[in-house]
């Protein structure tokens, strides 16, 4: 298929997914999101499962063993994982499939404008009612629960993770350039200003991605304000130009003048960046606790492990969150869906969630629940324990990732500014009118 042919069809898909998702609704059937517990015999069956996770990762591994054991007292029931790592061809799969009320039993998603409509339309199983009538809500972390809540604070997502997004820096680095761990946001041009002056590369970045450069928009409007702002922001009630949006806009301009980011961010792919840190090239990374395993055992360089630490989001002076509240998502949650929820969907999930935490905790991750002691590998260094224990301080407010909360039109555009912003293409007052323009267009869309 010609790339002209291809886009047409992409574009088409997108368009008909759109306009029968918001036809449907009130017609998607009679299921009762809130009967989480329905009547009949469990009888096994094929049943699948719609994800957007590494295909190797400690979820994925976690429940296949999970279903391979419940097949034993199963007959005849499978997991069968329909797997599309890369997060943009995922999203068209999923919402392709939601607008034509394909969706499989189980399915990833964010708690999106998307996903709400679907909830909304009554084909998302109130995963509120189902954790309670499995006695399985007390067991969650509330920050990991509140990641996949809706604005309205409605559940219909289930976690399988829990992360937390540090600051990581080479202490032998920084000392070298006489800087000082960073107590304020407002320190970070100062940092980067002295760590350049050492010829040393402050601030290690995957630019090709995006999603990190937009991790630091969310930081000082969250330190400002909480996690309200970015709600608004999405729901027509604030613009950039508030002070909010103003702050963070003046905030990255001078970190990219001060040189914070290496040269050529923007081309920088992930494994890169993190090779940039974890080889002594750049002082500081900013990454979540899914890189325990490169970051906090021997598998680190030697040159450089004993003098890697980490520090959380810094504050600003009169901060609205405090110093405990930080990045920390459970990453993308499994919606079930209404049209396919029966009786064995209902037992296998009852099975799953209560095995899974214990099977997923000892590969070393952290569980979205309390329940059960992450296993620290043997190779671990200090800081995999102190981070693991970190987790249970986190505190209630959430710096949500804005990649997860803006309208898709919206979050390209405000990415592809961001670049400019940081790069000195463009002016703080230049992007402000831009975003504003951009949030207009697609608020009225």
């Not at 419940?70 to 890369?86: E, R, V, W």
């Not at 998502?329 to 499994?334: A, Q, R, T, V």
């Not at 620290?376 to 693991?388: F, G, N, Q």
């Amino acid at each position: 298929m010609s790339f002209t042919k291809r886009s047409i069809a992409l574009l088409a898909a997108a368009f008909a997914a759109t306009l029968a998702l918001s036809s449907c609704a009130g017609s998607a059937g009679t299921a009762d999101p809130n009967n989480v517990n329905p009547e009949g015999e469990i009888v096994p069956r094929e049943i699948s499962w719609l994800l957007s996770r590494p295909a190797d990762g400690g979820v994925i591994t976690a429940m296949q063993q999970i279903a391979a054991d419940y097949a034993k007292d199963h007959p005849g029931f499978s997991l069968n994982l329909i797997t599309t790592p890369d997060r943009p061809s995922y999203i068209q799969k999923y919402e392709t499939l939601a607008a034509a009320k394909k969706l499989p039993e189980l399915f990833d998603t964010d708690a999106t404008p998307f996903a709400q409509k679907l909830a909304s339309q009554g084909r998302m199983v109130n995963v509120d009612a189902l954790l309670t009538d499995l006695e399985l809500a007390d067991d969650y972390r509330p920050a990991a629960l509140d990641y996949q809540r809706f604005d309205d604070g409605s559940l219909y997502m289930v976690p399988f993770e829990f992360q937390q997004e540090y600051f990581w820096y080479n202490s032998a680095l920084l000392k070298s350039a006489g800087v000082e761990t960073p107590k304020t946001l407002d320190d970070f041009p100062q940092m980067c200003t002295d760590l350049r002056a050492k010829g040393i590369t402050p601030i290690a970045l995957d630019g090709q991605d995006q999603w990190p450069l937009e991790r630091y928009m969310a930081y000082y409007p969250f330190r400002m304000s909480g996690p309200q702002y970015v709600l608004d922001l999405k729901n027509g009630d604030a613009t950039f130009a508030d002070p909010e949006g103003r702050a963070a806009a003046e905030w990255l301009y001078n970190l990219g003048k001060a040189g914070c980011f290496q040269e050529g961010f923007s081309s920088t792919g992930y494994a890169d960046a993190q090779a940039l840190f974890t080889s002594g090239q750049a002082a500081v990374y900013n990454i979540g606790t899914w890189e325990l395993g490169n970051l906090a055992t021997e598998k680190l360089d030697p040159a450089v492990r004993d003098s890697v630490d980490y520090f959380t989001l810094p504050t600003i002076d009169g901060a609205a969150t405090a110093a405990n509240e930080f990045v920390t998502p459970s990453g993308i949650g499994m919606a079930v869906n209404t049209q396919t929820f029966d009786p064995l969907v209902r037992d296998f999930l009852a099975f799953a969630l209560k095995e899974y935490p214990e099977v997923y905790a000892a590969t070393g991750a952290l569980s979205p629940t309390t329940t059960t002691k992450t296993t620290i590998p043997a190779d671990a260094t200090e800081l995999y324990k102190r981070s693991v224990t970190q987790a249970d301080e986190v505190g209630k407010a959430i710096a949500m990732p804005w990649d997860t909360q803006l309208d898709p039109a919206t979050n390209t555009r405000l990415q592809q500014e961001l670049t400019l912003l940081v790069q000195g293409d463009i002016t703080p007052d230049e992007f402000i009118k831009t975003m504003d323009a951009s949030l207009a267009e697609n608020n009225n869309g």
